[in-house]
């Protein structure tokens, strides 16, 4: 059965709660549409944190990611949004979301967005 996207973030156990660790994931198949004219826009993002009770499951955070396909989002926005559903989710003791985006128009896009 072929997976679809999901905005459902599921959150685990983090086995070594008492220690402080850092978890990096990243990925370079983050994609979304232009806002104003629809083209598609590629980054890699790269979340790191350090967790306090829970981890995020990583096939959720795959087909979450995915959901950004077909959405008109500026990528501040993008980055931003990753960033405030993840922390609701998994409630980490630190948190960055870097986006890295393909060049556009001669420009290249990074965004930092950072907890707390």
């Not at 983090?14 to 826009?41: K, W």
């Not at 922390?87 to 960055?96: E, L, N, S, Y």
């Amino acid at each position: 059965m072929p997976s679809t996207p999901s905005k459902d973030l599921v959150a685990v156990d983090n086995p070594h709660p008492g220690r402080d660790y850092e978890v990096s994931y990243a990925t370079p198949e983050l994609t979304c549409l232009c806002p104003l004219t629809a083209q598609p826009d590629f980054a890699t993002v790269t979340i790191t944190y350090v967790p306090d009770q829970h981890l995020v499951e990583l096939k959720s955070l795959k087909l979450y990611l995915w959901t950004y396909r077909d959405v008109g989002v500026f990528h501040e926005d993008v980055t931003n949004r990753i960033l405030d559903d993840l922390v609701a989710v998994i409630a980490p003791r630190r948190m960055t979301v870097h986006t890295l985006w393909n060049v556009r128009g001669g420009i290249t896009t990074e965004v930092t967005a950072c907890h707390p």
